[in-house]
């Protein structure tokens, strides 16, 4: 499987971004998907996630009612529509996916896009 990260930018607070993430490789709708994302000196989170049937989603408190996570089956791609942008959205972006995956806070993924770099300027 092979995950290709788009999207990424230098944007103002209270911008919008939309990062996409191709997938290749497998059966897209069968993959439960997730974005990540890392600021510099800090973990590895989870921004949200999607459950492979498309009907569950899972944000973290920080970004709920800003982010939309969201599979488009005709095109392969997982979105991150990110609105509102603030400068601790700032980090590098990675998506993931994991055959038949849910949303659960336990859920582990299989493969990794590269990341994709969101530079939220205040």
């Known amino acids: 499987v092979q995950l290709q990260a788009s999207g990424g930018g230098l944007v103002q607070a209270g911008d919008s971004l939309r990062l996409s993430c191709a997938v290749s490789?497998?059966?897209?709708?069968?993959?439960?998907m997730a974005w990540f994302r890392q600021a510099p000196g800090k973990d590895r989170d989870v921004v949200a996630r999607?459950?492979?049937?498309?009907?569950?989603?899972y944000y973290v408190d920080s970004v709920k009612g800003r982010f939309t996570i969201s599979k488009d089956y005709a095109k392969n791609t997982m979105y991150l529509q990110m609105n509102s942008l603030k400068s601790e959205d700032t980090a590098v972006y990675y998506c993931?996916?994991?055959?038949?995956?849910?949303?659960?806070?336990?859920?582990?993924?299989?493969?990794w896009g590269q990341g994709t770099q969101v530079t939220v300027s205040s």
């Open positions: 993931a996916a994991g055959v038949r995956r849910g949303i659960s806070s336990s859920t582990s993924y299989d493969y």
């Open positions: 490789g497998h059966t897209f709708g069968t993959l439960g």
């Open positions: 999607v459950s492979w049937s498309g009907t569950m989603t």
